[in-house]
């Protein structure tokens, strides 16, 4: 793994953002923004640690699980061209409005 951080958080952010339903990254919901810094620039919604890779998105479509599964690969093959072995966390932080119109109906209340 010598890709450095800039190459690498750039690779997960274009792979992530070109999944159909990701509205956007977003730097998470706590108060220790997600991105990963490095000299000249950040990418906000991007984490790496030594073991993973944590991409923290907004989703636009349904079913929300599938789209996150949809991240996770795409980030995967973008970590495997670069030759990079660690896993994949996919954070979903928040959902775009227009996707609320979209909610699946309810009974009671409850899903």
Same mark, same amino acid.
């Given at each position: 793994?010598?890709?450095?951080?800039e190459?690498?958080?750039?690779? @997960? #952010? *274009?792979?992530?953002?070109?999944v159909p339903? /990701?509205a &956007?990254?977003?730097?998470?919901?706590g108060? =220790? @923004? #997600? *991105?990963?810094?490095?000299?000249?620039?950040? /990418?906000? &919604?991007?984490?790496?640690?030594?073991?993973? =890779?944590?991409?923290?998105v907004?989703?636009?479509?349904?079913p929300?699980n599938l789209?996150?599964?949809?991240?996770r690969?795409?980030?995967?093959?973008a970590l495997?061209?670069?030759?990079d072995?660690?896993?994949?966390e996919v954070?979903v932080d928040?959902?775009?409005?227009?996707?609320?119109?979209?909610?699946?109906?309810?009974?009671?209340?409850?899903?």
């Amino acid at each position: 793994m010598s890709t450095d951080r800039e190459t690498t958080a750039r690779a @997960v #952010a *274009a792979a992530a953002l070109g999944v159909p339903g /990701v509205a &956007g990254l977003t730097g998470g919901r706590g108060a =220790v @923004v #997600a *991105a990963t810094n490095f000299p000249g620039g950040r /990418v906000v &919604g991007v984490r790496l640690t030594p073991t993973s =890779v944590w991409v923290h998105v907004v989703l636009g479509r349904w079913p929300l699980n599938l789209v996150a599964d949809e991240v996770r690969l795409a980030v995967r093959s973008a970590l495997d061209d670069l030759q990079d072995p660690r896993t994949v966390e996919v954070v979903v932080d928040d959902l775009d409005e227009s996707v609320l119109g979209d909610l699946p109906a309810t009974r009671g209340g409850l899903p």
